[in-house]
């Protein structure tokens, strides 16, 4: 077979695996296409105009948002509470994450039932969880009760504007920690156990060899775990909604809450749809930070 014969039957045979690929992918891209791309396109000409949920909408531009940055006073506040919460909830999520993962790996026996059991809030659902800390975390609840019975006074967790943030910080953290756990157990399983034995003869202590040897071949998962948890913290709804549905005074009150409060409470779809695009926008620049970031303290050698 001359060699112009073998390029064409390679050119051929490229486009039968292209045609197979693309019937298996198209479920997908069809579902992707209607449920992700098109509502995307069409939020974004809805932030263009004054767009109620009932009756005539007018294109007003970029009007909504000239109003939502240098208008609406709220929207700030809104701002700083859904970064304070970001930065709280990855912060305790992926320390206790890493805590309970060093622990879990460490026990000889009984460690698949405590794996298990701290993932298991993960299979109950946020609002679950949410209304099970509500009566926790209530007057009379087991919180409470403890803090009175060795002579403190107890909070209003989620009635206080001091303490209400916090509140919904620990039912996130409660609710959310295993699934990272499981990622840090599966990276601390797969550390080279010669290169953790090398470092021992070399004199290193266990603290010197986790934090100089663990750690560091462990920043792929670390990394991967920071990532998805800053993403998802971003989009936090469900835990104000039901607990304290953004009070007290807006002091839980996030970006997806005002979202939704501007679409089906003032029925302001325009400004709603502005407001998500901000959301994505803040999403998309921190990712954009923390992968071009990921070169200076993520290892991928093995």
Known sequence: MSVPEKKAGFKRKRKSDFGVALVFLAPNLIGFLIFTMIPMAFSLVMSL??????GEHTFIGLGNFVKLFTEDVLFWKIMKNTLVYVVAYVAFNVLIAMGMAVWITSLKKAN????????????????????????????????????RFFGGEAPNWFGSTSTAMVAVVIVSVWQGFGYNMVIFISGLLGVSQSVQEAAKIDGANAVQ???????????????????MTVISSFQVFDQTFVST??????????????????????????????????LFFCILIVTAFLMKQQKHFVNYES
């Open 49 to 54: 105009y004054d767009w109620p949920l009932t």
């Open 112 to 147: 698949e039932f405590f794996r298990s059991a701290f993932f298991l809030p993960m299979m109950i659902g946020i609002v679950s969880s949410t209304m099970i800390f509500k009566w926790i975390l209530s007057d009379a609840g087991l919180v409470n009760s403890l803090i």
């Open 245 to 278: 549905m953004g009070g007290p005074n807006n002091e839980t009150n996030t970006l997806v809450l005002y979202l939704y409060n501007n679409a089906f409470k003032y029925q302001r779809l325009g400004y709603a749809s502005a407001i998500a695009w901000v």
């Open 209 to 227: 060899t986790f934090f100089r040897v663990t750690l560091p071949c462990m920043s792929p998962s670390i990394f991967f775990a920071v990532v």
